[in-house]
């Protein structure tokens, strides 16, 4: 279960956050025991320090958590979530914060409380955290479900997380949000024109299939397009050992639309929302495509093949061709595409292309308000040359190893025709332990899509 709120009526312990340059002031302002012990234990208010301060019952009165300088919350995010796991078991509330520092802080507890269970028994965060006053905790609590929801299927195996089973989860987020589904599976692939998506999965032993998710009955049209390749061999390009290990992670694209999707959903935005998942397995049988095939893609452009192991270009092109049918008033496509991506920004920050410069704006905006960092690249025109090869239309992988990141977005752009479009090239990983992410399954860019989606949709 998604992590929730506890009651706001809960009796629950005190938690002061304190910054440390108004540590002396919050000390002199409390009883003088309570200033006598947390001096005493030499807390100053930098950023991870925790003091639990006793009763005259040897029971918990109270606990301080430093809240450090702007200098130091900068290098981090989630801050009071860190706390909170150096916390008792028990209910909360958090004292000392307001407005928007309130509710990331809040929606970072809840994160913290996100817990992977399914093959192994976890210890679960113990302290609870009761609704803080003047947040919205319904709000908090849709989007802490739908991050959930991302890490959960992330976080599956393969072995549990094929076409097959991706397709379930959809069908039960359908029922649980009344949104209604149809999946175009196997051959039928070919007979309704999606020529890419059969041929990247045809060698699998789970066929390859289009999940196609519609909801809402108002509003502007909004296409969310995600990468489900459940797992990546490499197909005859065979990944190496070290690089095939976390490529059940590979369908990281559709578990973060899915996510986004019940946040959506959840939050009753008046939107007509349309999920397009094209899910496969890239895997290696004697039908696999190969080095040098020459592919026709649902609206006629031909691609030659120079790497198997740049499929997720592929299949994401015939369900972009197939969205942008529709003429949404916006279509996003996101994905675990590119190393080159990983490169450019590392793990934690979410890439994103548009030619849309309101859209960036609303993007930028979003990131910075919901403690979601992206960023930024460009649809570098010049490099339209590089995905040329002429022989086709298009080469799925260009020699030479620049601007890896940007003629893959480049390649998905010749997709979309003139529809308003942002590709968002993601890690959807966590690498360590930090506060409110574990290392795992992790939403990117889905909240700031989400903050963003008002702006520039006026809803």
């Not at 108004?22 to 950023?47: I, K, M, P, Y």
Request: net charge negative.
């Amino acid at each position: 279960m998604p992590p929730v709120f506890a009651p706001a009526e809960t009796q629950a312990v005190p938690l002061h956050i304190v910054e440390q340059s108004a540590c002396e002031a919050w000390l002199d302002s409390q009883d003088a025991a309570v200033a006598r012990w947390v001096r005493g234990t030499g807390f100053t208010g930098a950023l991870g320090q925790v003091t639990l301060v006793p009763d005259d019952t040897c029971g918990i009165a109270m606990a301080v958590a430093g809240y450090g300088t702007g200098e130091t919350r900068a290098r981090g995010r989630f801050h009071v979530a860190g706390a909170a796991a150096q916390l008792p078991e028990g209910d909360w509330r958090i004292e000392g914060l307001t407005g928007t520092d309130l509710a990331i802080e809040a929606l970072g507890w809840l994160f913290a409380g996100y817990c992977f269970d399914r093959y192994k028994d976890q210890k679960p965060l113990k302290a609870r955290l009761v609704a803080p006053a003047g947040v919205d905790a319904a709000r908090l609590e849709a989007l802490a479900a739908g991050e959930a929801l991302t890490r959960d299927l992330i976080n599956t195996p393969a072995s549990d997380m094929g076409p097959v089973e991706l397709e379930a989860a959809c069908s039960s987020l359908a029922e649980t949000c009344g949104a209604q589904i149809e999946v175009i599976r196997g051959e039928a692939l070919l007979d309704r024109n999606f020529p890419m998506i059969h041929t990247v999965g045809r060698a699998a032993a789970q066929a390859p299939r289009l999940i196609d998710m519609r909801w809402g009955d108002e509003g502007p049209n909004l296409t969310l397009v995600g990468k489900g390749v459940c797992f990546d061999t490499g197909g005859l390009n065979l990944k190496l050992g070290a690089s095939m290990g976390l490529m059940k992670k590979d369908m990281g694209g559709a578990a973060t639309v899915l996510g986004l999707a019940r946040m959506i959903m959840t939050l009753g935005l008046k939107v007509r929302l349309r999920v397009l998942i094209p899910a496969v397995e890239n895997a290696v049988s004697g039908n696999a495509f190969r080095p040098g095939d020459i592919l026709t893609a649902r609206n006629g452009k031909t691609v030659e093949i120079n790497n198997t192991d740049a499929e997720g270009r592929l299949v994401l092109a015939d369900a972009l061709a197939y969205g942008a049918e529709d003429t949404p008033d916006l279509m996003v496509s996101m994905a675990t595409l590119t190393g080159a991506a990983r490169v450019a920004v590392g793990a934690d920050i979410a890439p994103y292309f548009t030619d849309d410069a309101a859209l960036a704006a609303a993007l930028d905006a979003g990131g910075a308000a919901m403690a979601d960092p992206v960023w930024r690249l460009p649809f570098h025109t010049a490099y339209e040359t590089l995905i040329e090869p002429g022989i086709a239309d298009l080469d799925n992988a260009p020699k030479g190893g620049f601007a890896g990141a940007i003629t893959a977005a480049l390649f998905l752009r010749r997709f979309v025709g003139q529809t308003r479009y942002a590709h968002f090239d993601i890690y959807a990983w966590s690498t360590g332990n930090g506060p409110a992410r574990a290392k795992g399954g992790f939403g990117m860019g889905a909240r700031a899509l989400l903050d963003a989606l008002p702006k520039v949709l006026d809803l």
